[in-house]
């Protein structure tokens, strides 16, 4: 009998689909701004964006060292283990296999960062690999610093077209009932999150400005600071940089991204070897989160773990390129 973990082992098998101009890209890239909004702008998504970039400016009329610590605390929560550790090397790319019940729980923290469901994460970021700088690529700076940056997060999808985008380029996840149960309660349990913060401030803080000081701290700010961080990894790791493998993008390794990014920000390494889940590859390289992963394999609660560099021929880029159509994420 399959165990939980075993049934999620692997990245989906690729058809020759998987590779065909995707419908939906003629009208996501186009020389004109205006045409990349085929079904109008996502204002629910504008205005959270510009309420949380509000709240975290207004967070500094409420600073205290108890919020402050609670920030940071939930900053690593939802951003290393949660978005980088949980979602990109694990779901995305099973770099390493984990329990169920540890893959569900870092599910949840990176909901809680706010940069949407499993579902939608996971299959753009897989699509994104396989177009990456090209016509296709959600995010790439070719079509602007500021568009691979969030504007990219801005037309509206129509229901059909992201249940499309869901099956073509996140299967294993859309065949799972608990992924899609996690979908459509994305936004309530984000508003949730904020209503049990605001009481435990309450609770907790009344002298210090309370629920509002919570909230305006370890949920606006927070999640501010880990939009722009991963972010970050789309943008700046795609323009400015080294370069440690030839790939057929621009991806680049840049140290600043690969530091406040938990190790993301080695993103040449990361595109030429994509289920790795050791990104830095050289000794100053380094890779918060490839250590959490580490210590995880010595709890017993990692196994499988992709941690080894193939030999580095002259032929590394065709490396490079093979792994990328067969991973497809």
Same mark, same amino acid.
């Given at each position: 009998m399959a165990t939980p973990e075993a049934t999620i082992a692997q990245p989906p098998v690729p058809t020759a689909a998987s590779t065909d101009p995707d419908p939906t890209d003629d009208s996501r890239l186009s020389a004109k701004l205006s045409e990349r909004f085929p079904h +109008?702008?996502?204002? #629910?998504?504008t205005v959270w964006l510009a309420a949380m970039h509000a709240g975290a400016i207004a967070a500094f009329w409420y600073f205290s060292w108890e919020v402050f610590w609670v920030t940071v605390a939930l900053y690593y929560a939802t951003g290393c283990f949660g978005v980088t550790l949980g979602y990109h090397r694990l779901i995305t790319h099973t770099g390493f296999i984990t329990p169920a019940p540890i893959r569900y729980l870092l599910t949840l923290c990176a909901m809680a960062s706010g940069q949407g469901s499993p579902l939608f994460w996971v299959s753009t970021h897989r699509k994104h690999h396989v177009y990456s700088d090209q016509p296709g690529d959600p995010?790439?700076?070719?079509d602007g610093f500021w568009w691979s940056h969030f504007l990219w997060l801005q037309p509206n999808w129509d229901s059909q077209e992201l249940k499309d985008h869901y099956q073509r380029w996140a299967p294993d996840l859309y065949r799972e009932p608990v992924q899609r149960f996690f979908d459509r309660v994305f936004p309530a349990f984000l508003v949730l999150t904020g209503v049990a913060l605001y009481f435990i401030g309450e609770a907790w803080?009344? #002298?210090?400005? +309370?629920? !509002? #000081? !919570?909230? !305006?701290? #370890? !949920?606006?700010?927070?999640i501010v600071l880990v939009y722009h961080v991963t972010w970050f990894v789309n943008s700046a790791s795609h323009t400015w940089g080294y370069q440690n493998y030839p790939t057929n993008d621009h991806s680049t390794n840049l140290w600043w991204v690969g530091l406040l990014a938990f190790g993301e920000g080695w993103h040449n390494n990361h595109h030429a070897y994509q289920r790795m889940a050791r990104h830095g590859h050289r000794f100053w390289e380094f890779d918060l989160t490839y250590n959490i992963i580490r210590v995880m394999k010595v709890l017993g609660l990692a196994r499988n773990v992709v941690d080894t560099l193939p030999d580095a021929g002259p032929r590394i880029e065709e490396q490079a390129d093979q792994q990328q159509v067969s991973d497809v994420a």
């Amino acid at each position: 009998m399959a165990t939980p973990e075993a049934t999620i082992a692997q990245p989906p098998v690729p058809t020759a689909a998987s590779t065909d101009p995707d419908p939906t890209d003629d009208s996501r890239l186009s020389a004109k701004l205006s045409e990349r909004f085929p079904h +109008g702008v996502n204002w #629910a998504n504008t205005v959270w964006l510009a309420a949380m970039h509000a709240g975290a400016i207004a967070a500094f009329w409420y600073f205290s060292w108890e919020v402050f610590w609670v920030t940071v605390a939930l900053y690593y929560a939802t951003g290393c283990f949660g978005v980088t550790l949980g979602y990109h090397r694990l779901i995305t790319h099973t770099g390493f296999i984990t329990p169920a019940p540890i893959r569900y729980l870092l599910t949840l923290c990176a909901m809680a960062s706010g940069q949407g469901s499993p579902l939608f994460w996971v299959s753009t970021h897989r699509k994104h690999h396989v177009y990456s700088d090209q016509p296709g690529d959600p995010h790439s700076p070719d079509d602007g610093f500021w568009w691979s940056h969030f504007l990219w997060l801005q037309p509206n999808w129509d229901s059909q077209e992201l249940k499309d985008h869901y099956q073509r380029w996140a299967p294993d996840l859309y065949r799972e009932p608990v992924q899609r149960f996690f979908d459509r309660v994305f936004p309530a349990f984000l508003v949730l999150t904020g209503v049990a913060l605001y009481f435990i401030g309450e609770a907790w803080l009344p #002298a210090k400005g +309370g629920g !509002l #000081a !919570l909230v !305006l701290w #370890a !949920l606006c700010l927070r999640i501010v600071l880990v939009y722009h961080v991963t972010w970050f990894v789309n943008s700046a790791s795609h323009t400015w940089g080294y370069q440690n493998y030839p790939t057929n993008d621009h991806s680049t390794n840049l140290w600043w991204v690969g530091l406040l990014a938990f190790g993301e920000g080695w993103h040449n390494n990361h595109h030429a070897y994509q289920r790795m889940a050791r990104h830095g590859h050289r000794f100053w390289e380094f890779d918060l989160t490839y250590n959490i992963i580490r210590v995880m394999k010595v709890l017993g609660l990692a196994r499988n773990v992709v941690d080894t560099l193939p030999d580095a021929g002259p032929r590394i880029e065709e490396q490079a390129d093979q792994q990328q159509v067969s991973d497809v994420a």
